[in-house]
């Protein structure tokens, strides 16, 4: 993914966060945002992992809202 985005990506603030309800439980809200801004920021919480990792789960959203993996970053992720 382009660097430009990675570097904007550092200022941004998580406005999501992934909990025990899922990826399911934010998907429309990160497809809103995404509709109004250029990057989201998301934090998955320790609930929502399970026996998953931060980047399965964070990869899992992308594909399911249609979105781009900028980065992912310990239990943070930025999409696009």
Same mark, same amino acid.
Not at 36 to 49: H, Y
């Given at each position: 993914?382009?660097?430009?985005?990675?570097?904007?990506?550092?200022?941004?603030?998580?406005?999501l966060? !992934?909990?025990?309800?899922?990826?399911?439980?934010?998907?429309?809200? $990160?497809?809103?945002q995404?509709?109004e801004?250029?990057? =989201?920021? =998301?934090?998955?919480?320790?609930?929502?992992?399970?026996?998953?990792t931060?980047?399965?789960?964070?990869?899992?959203?992308?594909?399911? =809202?249609g979105?781009? $993996? !900028?980065e992912?970053?310990?239990?943070?992720? =930025?999409?696009?």
């Amino acid at each position: 993914m382009n660097d430009d985005l990675r570097k904007r990506a550092h200022d941004v603030d998580a406005t999501l966060r !992934v909990g025990k309800g899922g990826i399911e439980s934010v998907a429309d809200e $990160l497809s809103t945002q995404l509709g109004e801004r250029e990057l =989201v920021k =998301v934090k998955f919480l320790r609930s929502a992992r399970g026996g998953t990792t931060t980047g399965e789960l964070a990869e899992a959203l992308a594909e399911r =809202v249609g979105a781009d $993996l !900028v980065e992912q970053r310990g239990h943070t992720a =930025v999409f696009h």
